[in-house]
T-cell receptor
Framework: DAGVIQSPRHEVTEMGQEVTLRCKPI?????LFWYRQTMMRGLELLIY????????DSGMPEDRFSAKMPNASFSTLKIQPSEPRDSAVYFC????????????FGQGTRLTVV | TQLLEQSPQFLSIQEGENLTVYCNSS?????LQWYRQEPGEGPVLLVT?????EVKKLKRLTFQFGDARKDSSLHITAAQPGDTGLYLC?????????FGTGTSLTVIP
């Protein structure tokens, strides 16, 4: 398996534009997580899905952020409209459902909003 | 709310020295994991500990889970430049992972 695949690796956009980040989890993994990493706040959980259903989105900063998982092999995180304070590295991770499971992370998308 | 606090936040040491990184919380976790993250990459799992008081060794790395399952430590013996990276602890509860604040380690040759 190629691991968790995220695209794009880098995204530079202007304030106010819509940004869509994409993630393909590892085949057979039931849970998918979106994280945001910054120097100031570290690695923050934004939302996670179990069997394609959003379970906890309490970490989503505000209504400008939305996430979908239309099927077991694809998820998106959308920011509309984007703001400079959204600049961060966004990670997607997947796990097999169950306790003490290992989270496999993608390489991340570095987002810069100017 | 940051559930897991790591210390120190930054650490720069000479090759061959020993070091310990701490992960503390007021919450009890069913398991605790340690990850290492290199620049431009996502975190990669090093170890999972599940039993209070458990000690696991991975070559020069020794991981310990506190008796009350609220804290953990990572000890590195004779650090090498290849150990450089961001070390993250993560507390598990259900199917969620709450990551610590991270310790950035630099080992100078």
């Amino acid at each position: 398996d190629a691991g968790v695949i995220q695209s794009p690796r880098h995204e530079v956009t202007e304030m106010g534009q819509e940004v869509t980040l994409r993630c393909k989890p590892i085949s057979g993994h039931n849970s998918l997580f979106w994280y945001r990493q910054t120097m100031m706040r570290g690695l923050e959980l934004l939302i996670y899905f179990n069997n394609n259903v959003p379970i906890d989105d309490s970490g989503m900063p505000e209504d400008r952020f939305s996430a979908k998982m239309p099927n077991a092999s694809f998820s998106t995180l959308k920011i509309q409209p984007s703001e400079p304070r959204d600049s961060a590295v966004y990670f997607c991770a997947s796990t097999q459902t169950g306790g003490h499971t290992e989270a496999f992370f993608g390489q991340g998308t570095r987002l810069t909003v100017v | 709310t940051q559930l897991l606090e790591q210390s120190p936040q930054f650490l720069s040491i000479q090759e061959g020295e020993n070091l310990t990184v701490y992960c503390n919380s007021s919450s009890v976790f069913s398991s605790l994991q340690w990850y290492r993250q290199e620049p431009g990459e996502g975190p990669v799992l090093l170890v999972t500990v599940v039993t209070g008081g458990e000690v696991k060794k991975l070559k020069r790395l020794t991981f310990q889970f506190g008796d009350a399952r609220k804290d953990s430590s990572l000890h590195i013996t004779a650090a090498q430049p290849g150990d450089t990276g961001l070390y993250l602890c993560a507390g598990g509860g259900g199917n969620q992972f709450y990551f610590g604040t991270g310790t950035s380690l630099t080992v100078i040759p």
